[in-house]
């Protein structure tokens, strides 16, 4: 460690890991300016997993102890097949994980944020024309402008091969679960508000419709617990969206530029890493820049950073695979039920 060091940093999308690395560098004394082309925060929103790691990062970060406040937490959990019966029950975890929607977690990472520091409705500018800054992170989410200014359209996402459904429906699940089937997924967690929230899964050719009778059709013969979801969802709250996985990048950094979050590593939902990732890579990357100059901070971050979460975007698609396994899946539900205790 060479000393305490504080400059200016710009940061480029006001997402989960820019108002992470907002928060945490505001607090180690940085200037801070953040810019989000959004005209305000989302009102709306799925649930998110928020791993031991994550919360811990939001401690860095100034925030320790209130998603845990607004969340639920989550200490079990089933895998199921798609006719309902199990495969495996996740019980007394020793790393739980907090269940909490977007919008409170992005209110809560503003609210940590000094007036004036988000500037909303203000795309950036291309980061080599950010000079007045120290350092530039590129937070800009999964189309990220700045990863394509540093190292060319070659390493946008790519599609996973799967398609997906989110939303929510009223009352709180009792507990999480996720069923596997041939070619799909369902999983039905509970969330903060009193809401249960649900998401799907289906190999599909990319670009491939995605209206609600398409859902419930490609799910009919599923098990009670889903069926019941999909009788209760309102249609126009339905997201969809085709699933995209980074590339690996050569470096998360170039120059004074370092990337975050979903501009660096976007990954398939199966192992609900992609927010944690973010907010450690935000805490990971303000706390070297507090105890290093800017170039040492940038290369110890690409160090530490880059080929473990390149790895989690590996694991991630892998597991959705066997998820939707339509072969040995007998083998597969006895090697669940092994590994699972020890979770």
Same mark, same amino acid.
């Given at each position: 460690?060479?000393?305490t060091?504080a400059?200016k940093?710009?940061?480029?999308g006001?997402g989960?890991?820019?108002?992470t690395?907002?928060?945490?560098l505001?607090?180690f004394?940085?200037?801070?300016?953040? @810019?989000? *082309?959004a005209? +305000?925060? !989302?009102?709306?929103g799925?649930?998110?997993?928020?791993? =031991?790691?994550? /919360?811990? #990062?939001?401690?860095?970060?100034?925030?320790?102890?209130?998603?845990?406040?607004?969340?639920v937490?989550q200490?079990?959990?089933? @895998?199921l *097949?798609w006719? +309902?019966r !199990?495969?495996?029950r996740?019980?007394?975890?020793?790393? =739980?994980?907090v /269940?909490? #929607?977007?919008p409170?977690?992005?209110e809560?990472?503003?609210?940590?944020?000094?007036?004036?520091t988000?500037?909303?409705?203000?795309?950036?500018?291309?980061?080599?024309?950010?000079?007045?800054?120290?350092?530039?992170?590129?937070?800009d989410?999964?189309g990220s402008a700045?990863?394509?200014?540093?190292?060319?359209?070659?390493f946008?996402?790519?599609?996973?091969?799967?398609t997906?459904?989110?939303?929510?429906?009223?009352g709180?699940?009792?507990s999480?679960?996720?069923?596997?089937?041939?070619?799909a997924?369902f999983?039905?967690t509970?969330?903060?508000?009193?809401?249960?929230n649900?998401?799907a899964?289906?190999?599909?050719?990319a670009?491939?419709?995605?209206?609600v009778?398409?859902?419930?059709?490609?799910?009919?013969?599923?098990?009670?617990a889903?069926?019941?979801?999909?009788?209760?969802?309102?249609?126009?709250?339905?997201?969809?969206?085709?699933?995209y996985?980074?590339?690996?990048?050569?470096?998360y950094v170039r120059g004074?530029?370092?990337?975050?979050?979903?501009?660096?590593?976007?990954?398939?939902?199966?192992?609900?890493?992609?927010?944690?990732e973010?907010?450690?890579?935000?805490s990971a990357l303000?706390?070297l820049?507090?105890d290093?100059?800017?170039?040492?901070a940038?290369?110890?971050?690409?160090?530490?950073?880059r080929?473990r979460?390149?790895?989690?975007?590996r694991?991630s698609?892998?597991?959705?695979?066997?998820?939707?396994?339509?072969r040995?899946?007998?083998?597969?539900?006895a090697?669940?039920?092994?590994t699972?205790?020890?979770a």
């Amino acid at each position: 460690m060479s000393g305490t060091h504080a400059g200016k940093a710009a940061i480029l999308g006001g997402g989960i890991g820019g108002l992470t690395a907002a928060n945490a560098l505001v607090r180690f004394g940085w200037h801070v300016d953040v @810019f989000e *082309r959004a005209e +305000g925060l !989302p009102p709306t929103g799925t649930a998110l997993g928020l791993w =031991p790691e994550a /919360l811990a #990062s939001l401690g860095v970060a100034g925030l320790g102890g209130e998603a845990e406040k607004r969340g639920v937490l989550q200490t079990s959990g089933w @895998f199921l *097949r798609w006719d +309902g019966r !199990p495969i495996a029950r996740l019980e007394n975890l020793r790393r =739980p994980a907090v /269940l909490l #929607s977007r919008p409170p977690l992005l209110e809560l990472l503003s609210a940590g944020l000094p007036d004036g520091t988000v500037h909303f409705g203000h795309p950036a500018a291309a980061a080599p024309d950010l000079s007045g800054y120290d350092v530039v992170v590129g937070a800009d989410g999964i189309g990220s402008a700045t990863r394509d200014a540093l190292f060319g359209p070659r390493f946008r996402p790519v599609y996973t091969g799967f398609t997906a459904w989110r939303g929510w429906v009223d009352g709180r699940a009792a507990s999480l679960s996720e069923s596997w089937g041939p070619n799909a997924l369902f999983g039905i967690t509970p969330r903060d508000g009193d809401l249960t929230n649900w998401f799907a899964a289906v190999r599909a050719p990319a670009d491939s419709t995605g209206g609600v009778p398409d859902l419930r059709e490609r799910y009919r013969e599923w098990h009670p617990a889903v069926l019941d979801v999909l009788d209760r969802l309102d249609p126009p709250a339905v997201l969809h969206h085709d699933l995209y996985q980074s590339p690996p990048l050569p470096s998360y950094v170039r120059g004074k530029v370092a990337l975050i979050g979903d501009a660096a590593h976007a990954m398939a939902p199966n192992l609900g890493r992609g927010a944690c990732e973010a907010i450690v890579d935000a805490s990971a990357l303000a706390v070297l820049l507090r105890d290093h100059s800017v170039t040492e901070a940038l290369h110890r971050y690409d160090r530490a950073r880059r080929h473990r979460t390149q790895r989690l975007v590996r694991a991630s698609r892998m597991l959705a695979g066997v998820a939707t396994a339509t072969r040995f899946a007998t083998a597969r539900n006895a090697a669940i039920r092994a590994t699972s205790r020890f979770a």
